[in-house]
């Protein structure tokens, strides 16, 4: 029996996310949200549904079990037992999305066990597309909204990009910008001198995806997170040479019971 190959599966995911893109924007653009909220209170979108059950639908034939935020979830004692599953979150980002902001994405990603060995991040609005997988790398390609699924593996860049910043990079997240994260923040500074670091602040997977290509070198998480928020963007910084590990130096694990990712840090 021929061994998988999980870049195999890159080609069907980025198609789907161009897809799920499409129908994010087209909500995007009319703002027919229809918006309601969840248990948590964390808001849903008209955007969000549509975008996963094209995902559903376009890696359904590919055979292996789904989670997604936006779906009802097997039960843990149903889903321990899996070993290739995709786990998706169709629309990263919506408190950005009903802003009428920039910063959503469409994440994909395929786990094997416990770890992801493959990612896809679309940038609906700039068009930038990242991908990759344990087996062939990480690459980022522009306008991917233009482009089929082959000519955006031919013009993928690969990551991490040449251009390299001069400062030390740090990313966090405005909404997420909690005492335990500035604290952190000011001890790197306080290290390495407040004139020789940088700080950017962005929304969703983007943050991921600035360590994955270069222009970031350290993205710290100390607040809650869930696992199909970092999934893809784990699998591409891998592949791109970053390291993702816990606060304490173990690894990222996914298809816990709960979901709930620990503190965290992907750093390059």
Known sequence: MEKFEPKSLLKPAIRAALEAGEAIMKVHRSRDLEVEYKEDESPVTLADKEASRVIIEMLTPYGFPFLSEEETFPPYEEREKWGYFWMIDPLDGT??????????????????????????????VTGYLYFGST???????????????????????????????EKFTLV??????????????????E????????????GSSLKMCMVGEGTADCYPRLSNIMEWDTAAGHAICEASGCEVTQWNGKPLIYNKEDFYQPWFRVCR
């Open 172 to 189: 966090g997240s405005l909404s997420h910008m909690n005492k335990e994260t500035s604290a952190y923040f000011d001890k790197l500074m």
């Open 95 to 124: 408190k950005e999305f009903i802003r009428n902001g920039d910063d959503f994405t469409v994440n994909i990603a395929l786990i094997d066990k416990n770890q992801p060995v493959l990612g896809v991040i679309y940038v609906p």
């Open 135 to 165: 087996d062939k790398g990480a690459y980022r390609t522009a306008n991917a909204d233009t482009l089929s699924a082959e000519q955006i593996f031919a013009k993928g860049v690969q990551l991490p990009l040449e251009n390299q910043h």
């Open 191 to 202: 290290e390495k001198g407040k004139e020789n670091v940088d700080v950017v602040i962005c």
